[in-house]
């Protein structure tokens, strides 16, 4: 299997505070690969390095295989919607749903990327248009299967369950058919059966459309039991990666978590919330 993301000594400073320093991992094409570490670790600032938001200073290097022939292309340099057009997107710990707009326009938003007509010929309705507004309409509803939306396309968007949202905009973000998908806390906020729909409805997002997943999360549980691999960061740096069982065993892990050699304790704890881990994520920028 190919790599589809590599970093490589990526560095993100808020001045004089090290947010993420030289961190460096890849990840595999169809791999879910979960970001974890305590507050402030800086699990956000990687996110926002990889999606154009932040720029690491120099020697960094992050690259995507977004070429046409899937030849990895460097990120650094780039604009967010640049980057997006190559095929990675993002949601975001909070919500960024249009309320003026139904569910389904909502979906049909993160369209706009495969537009193939401009907006001059879009306000002549050529065949050409109507042709491109079909398909995107089409791709749209195969979105509200897949994640399972359809009971809620005539409901206002405000008044549904914060777990629904949640789904739509992981659906605003797959309209866009990334091949790689950032995921801010996507379960952050959200009751036992919202956990639940979103964990069926990512399994059916990988096994559906191959969509390769980079998540970032408080809620081990839900981490434990979704990612194939985890990376781990504290104060900024990257202090361990491996599957589920080797991080719950590795010391420099249960040394950031718990302050102390405790390691069944850690096994436990990963495992469930009685850390506290399935609270709202990051508040500062070092994320």
């Known amino acids: 299997m190919s790599s589809i993301l590599s970093l490589s000594d990526v560095t993100v400073a808020f001045g004089e505070l090290l947010a993420c320093d ?28 990889i999606s154009g938001v932040y720029v690491p200073r120099p020697g960094a290097s992050i690259k995507f295989a977004g070429g046409d ?10 604009k967010p ?4 057009r190559l095929g990675l997107s993002r949601t975001l710990q909070n919500l960024g749903l249009f309320p003026g707009l ?6 049909l938003m993160g369209r ?14 050529t065949p050409g248009i109507r042709r491109d507004e079909v398909e995107q309409r089409r791709a749209t509803e195969d979105l509200v299967d897949l994640l399972d939306l359809r009971e809620y396309l005539d409901e206002d968007l405000e008044a549904l369950p914060y777990g629904v ?29 919202e956990k639940f729909e979103m964990t069926e409805a990512l399994g059916r997002v990988r096994a559906e459309r191959g969509t390769t997943l980079l998540l970032i999360e ?11 691999r985890l990376v781990v960061l504290n104060h900024g740096q990257m202090i361990a990666e491996g599957t589920p069982d080797e991080v719950q065993a590795n010391p420099l892990v249960i040394e950031a978590y718990l302050g102390a050699d405790d390691e069944d304790s850690l ?18 920028p070092a994320g």
């Open 102 to 107: 139904s569910v389904f326009e909502n979906l």
């Open 112 to 125: 706009y990327v495969h537009q193939r007509q401009n907006l001059i010929l879009a306000g002549m309705f």
């Open 81 to 84: 919607h640049q980057i997006v």
């Open 267 to 284: 096994v436990a704890d990963l495992g469930g919330d009685a850390l506290g881990l399935s609270t709202p994520g990051d508040q500062s």
């Open 22 to 49: 030289s961190v460096s991992f890849e990840q595999e094409e169809g791999e879910l690969l979960a970001i974890i570490g305590p507050n402030g670790a800086g699990k956000t600032t990687v996110l926002s390095a």
């Open 69 to 78: 022939d899937g030849s990895d292309l460097e990120l650094i340099g780039r």
């Open 218 to 228: 408080h809620d081990m549980e839900f981490v434990m039991g979704m990612a194939d």
């Open 165 to 193: 949202q949640k789904r739509i905009e992981l659906g605003r973000a797959l309209a866009m058919r990334p091949r790689l998908l950032l995921l801010d806390e996507p379960v952050a906020g959200m009751n036992r059966p």
